[in-house]
């Protein structure tokens, strides 16, 4: 994990863990590392998904992203937002049985 951060010539000033994850944040804005499972993300890739968040940096054990803080957000245009994401991710990622 410390090699994602020295990779990138990170400074932390906080270390939080959210659940299994660890949220960092550095002179560089916030990230959160999380155990690899980079397979998930490569496949939504690979189907043109691009509404994920941006991958920084990876090894062979961890993925670190970059995380966003706080975003006003009104609950029913969230909502509105939640449905359309969801149908974009079953339309790019679902195919006809044959």
């Not at 299994?20 to 496949?43: A, M, Q, R």
């Not at 006003?72 to 790019?92: E, G, P, T, W």
């Amino acid at each position: 994990m410390n090699d994602l951060i020295n990779d990138n010539e990170l400074l932390v000033s906080k270390y939080t863990l959210i659940g299994d994850n660890l949220k960092i944040d550095t002179n560089k804005g916030s990230f959160i590392i999380k155990k690899n499972k980079t397979e998930n993300y490569d496949f939504l890739l690979s189907r043109d998904f691009s509404y994920l968040p941006n991958l920084i940096s990876k090894n062979d054990k961890y993925s670190m992203y970059e995380f966003i803080d706080n975003i006003v957000y009104d609950d029913n245009l969230r909502a509105i937002d939640f449905i359309h994401l969801l149908s974009l991710m079953h339309a790019k990622t679902s195919y006809p049985r044959q």
